[in-house]
């Protein structure tokens, strides 16, 4: 796989099966380098096959009503007829079903919508979406980086969000099938902490009561955002707070309760979330407390939730039944990516992936899962794909997942260790574009799980906290990286880069400034300062918290552990990547530590990326995905004496 060879592969995701039919509605993204931009289409699968439905690049976020009536989803219109789209503002589309009329759009909010979800009975769709914040109404766009900001708290600013001043988040209930002024819900909540954003939100069984979970700044003090969860009563236009300050995903009621997905404090975390039930009084209550793996993307099926669950790099299909415990779906599928059920449980669909596949969608059947789409499949014809071979390590009383990726051939190959975000994340047995394209440009592609990943319970995660940070994590790597090149003849230990992003980019540098054996180093948007880190990154008032137990202001532990305090020890060439616009990991880590290896002689370049987030690797724009691919063969080719292809 070469880097323009991104413009080919097309994600499968959020499937959605109609509630009776034999329907599934999903979304189709494919990187658009000529255009450099992302193409995202809704597609249809049913009797008469799978085939691209709404085409024009810029829908998404299907959803069916409950009673099968309607489609909607989200979708930005330029060329809309009635002016109330355009392409960096989606809105609100929806279409009775089967479409034998024109879809029609059902709102014109000035800045589109962000989510909505249906009520119970499919008469009324719950939007949310963000309007000008007073002093910024009048502001045309093209003039708002020009205006004077009045910072008063923080952070003041969120990764890919942008700045968290001129805009605020509204709340509306809309009809589907008339064309009514939506009627607002976010004026219910009390307003002497002003919103900042909206999180999930949940109708009760009859459509009376709305569960919201929102975030505001912690009262008492402007130096940090908490969540609440409100529980807002409709008739009687009162919200009442159900809980406050934890890190909930995902919101539900079922037979009447109140349940979260996630964790109940935020400061629990890196910690498997969990499934909760949120009591009118008293604390939260954990349903799953035995299960200690990670869980996301959650449907319901009458009492029964089914839950994608993280094991060892995979991600397997479970279910949830209301006892404390949860049983395995679909036993033959080891990396789900996104799925959908029935509301009676029947006509599973899922998105799923390996190695060497992208991904495609299926339906399961009695026989076993039936494959229902091929749109990968002349991208697979047409290039050879590394098939991974994975084994475990066992170094300090734990277990680590390694994965070894080798170009074709018999010769020795130069090595590339990949260290991947997070920490609390994890490399596993899905497509990872990376990993292809470092392939197939002849490396060795070296990469595992270390202590602090997620995949493997609450102590491999939590055992990088404190002291044990940069320690336990580095000794985990380090006997990946040589039991990989004991185990794999073809791995050549002289010509060995590092590289990794976020957390993989502090911890590429925490190894070049304690060890000597790597001939080139990659450091992507790293956090490479703790101190400043805990100072203007959008998470830094917390993340100390989580991970070294200490505040912003404990200097102390934060100094030690970071690589700009050992940067006088670099000798590696280092090539520095790194987004202008990442507010997670501000770009001010790169610049520092880039002045240091400048002015101590050690071989040091800076790539900066104008207009990019944190997210620049995942889903930046095409062409600048395509030119940090080819930036990042250049490098290792200089010093691995490799020449990049």
Request: charge should be negative; hydrophobic fraction near 35%.
């Amino acid at each position: 796989m070469k880097p323009q060879d991104l413009n080919r592969i097309r994600m499968v995701s959020e499937p959605r099966v109609h509630p009776t039919l034999d329907v599934t509605v999903f979304v189709v993204k494919q990187p658009n380098l000529d255009k450099d931009r992302y193409d995202t289409s809704l597609w249809i699968a049913d009797a008469e096959g799978a085939r691209p439905w709404i085409k024009n690049g810029k829908a998404g976020s299907p959803a069916w009503s409950p009673d099968g009536r309607y489609l909607a989803w989200v979708e930005a219109m330029p060329d809309d007829p009635d002016g109330k789209g355009d392409d960096k503002h989606p809105q609100l589309r929806v279409q009775a079903w089967p479409p034998v009329t024109e879809p029609r759009t059902v709102t014109c909010f000035k800045l589109g919508v962000s989510s909505f979800r249906w009520s119970p009975s499919g008469d009324r769709l719950l939007v949310a979406s963000d309007a000008p914040a007073k002093g910024w109404k009048d502001v045309a766009s093209k003039d708002s980086g020009k205006q004077p900001r009045r910072i008063t708290a923080l952070p003041w600013r969120y990764d890919s969000a942008g700045t968290m001043d001129d805009t605020r988040p509204r709340l509306h209930v809309v009809d589907p099938a008339e064309q009514r002024t939506p009627l607002r819900l976010d004026d219910i909540l009390p307003d002497k902490h002003e919103i900042i954003g909206l999180g999930d939100m949940a109708w009760n069984a009859d459509g009376t009561r709305i569960a919201l979970a929102i975030s505001r700044h912690l009262p008492g003090t402007p130096i940090r955002l908490e969540d609440v969860i409100y529980e807002l009563d409709l008739a009687k236009r009162k919200a009442v707070e159900r809980h406050r300050d934890g890190g909930f995903d995902k919101l539900f009621y079922r037979g009447g309760k109140l349940f979260a997905m996630g964790l109940p404090g935020l400061f629990l975390w890196p910690n498997p979330g969990s499934i909760w039930e949120i009591p009118e009084s008293g604390e939260p209550v954990n349903l799953l407390p035995s299960l200690d793996r990670s869980i996301d993307t959650m449907r319901f099926a009458g009492d029964t939730v089914f839950l994608i669950h993280e094991h060892e790099g995979r991600r397997h299909l479970v279910r949830w039944d209301g006892e404390d415990k949860v049983t395995r779906v679909l036993p033959d599928v080891n990396f789900v990516q996104d799925f959908d059920v029935r509301p009676d449980g029947t006509g599973i669909v899922f998105a799923a992936g390996g190695g060497t596949d992208p991904g495609v969608l299926y339906r399961d059947t009695k026989g076993g899962p039936e494959r229902v789409t091929w749109l990968n499949q002349d991208f697979r014809d047409d290039i050879t794909l590394s098939e991974p071979e994975h084994f475990v390590v066992n170094t300090g009383g734990a277990e680590v997942d390694c994965w070894v990726f080798l170009p074709q051939g018999s010769d020795k190959v130069p090595v590339l260790l990949n260290i991947h975000g997070g920490p609390a994340t994890q490399y596993g047995f899905g497509f990872f574009d990376e990993f292809q394209v470092y392939a197939g440009a002849g490396y060795g592609v070296v990469a595992c799980n270390p202590r602090g990943s997620s995949g493997r319970g609450a102590d491999h995660l939590r055992a990088v906290r404190g002291e044990d940070w940069g320690e336990v994590d580095e000794q985990d790597i380090l006997a990946c990286l040589d039991e990989a090149l004991k185990r794999v003849d073809r791995l050549d230990d002289k010509r060995v880069g590092v590289m990794g992003g976020s957390y993989g980019g502090f911890m590429t540098a925490w190894l070049i400034g304690r060890h000597q054996r790597f001939q080139s180093a990659i450091v992507e948007r790293g956090l490479l300062n703790w101190p400043s880190f805990a100072d203007i990154s959008d998470i830094g008032n917390i993340f100390p918290g989580m991970y070294m137990d200490v505040g912003p202001e404990d200097r102390d532990i934060l100094v030690r552990k970071s690589p700009l305090t050992y940067v006088s020890n670099v000798k590696t060439p280092t090539l520095l990547i790194h987004s202008e616009k990442d507010w997670r990991c501000p770009i001010e880590q790169a610049e520092t530590y880039l002045a240091a290896l400048l002015r101590q002689g050690t071989e040091a370049e800076f790539l900066r990326f104008p207009g990019e987030s944190h997210e620049l690797s995942r889903s930046g724009d095409p062409k600048h995905r395509k030119a940090r691919f080819e930036a990042i063969l250049e490098w290792h080719g200089r010093y691995l004496k490799k020449t990049a292809k």
